[in-house]
């Protein structure tokens, strides 16, 4: 099993940066994949970006590249996604999520946070 817990979200202006971390836990981290995905009211959930936690490979959707970041922190077993100029199209709930594969597919990971709002003004 892994515990996946999300936090960072909030309000923020168009433009503006959030932080989001992942804390994960349970069983060996270096065997997983991390993702991180979002959710729009009415829409379906999609992918954001994706880590290899062991050799720290990443891949983004196009609509965040050159915009958001994923890294890792070994130390403190946390995922971050760091997200600059935002746009109000980004507003949703964000989930990370862990699994075995590099996919950008939501049946692909089987593991899931809580999930964090971000929500962003125009």
């Known amino acids: 099993q892994v515990q996946l817990v999300e936090s960072g979200g909030g309000l923020v202006q168009a433009g503006g940066s959030l932080r989001l971390s992942c804390a994960a836990s349970?069983?060996?981290?270096?065997?997983?994949?991390m993702g991180w995905f979002r959710q729009a009211p009415g829409k379906e959930r999609d992918f954001v970006a994706r880590?290899?936690?062991?050799?720290?490979?990443?891949n983004y959707a196009d609509s965040v590249k050159g915009r958001f970041t994923i890294s890792r922190d070994n130390a403190q077993n946390t995922v971050i996604l760091q997200m600059d100029s935002l746009k109000p199209e980004d507003t949703a709930v964000y989930y990370c999520a862990a699994g075995a594969l590099r996919s950008e597919k939501v049946d692909d990971y089987n593991y899931w946070g809580q999930g964090t709002q971000v929500t962003v003004s125009s």
């Open positions: 880590i290899n936690w062991s050799s720290g490979l990443r």
């Open positions: 349970g069983r060996t981290l270096s065997r997983y994949v």
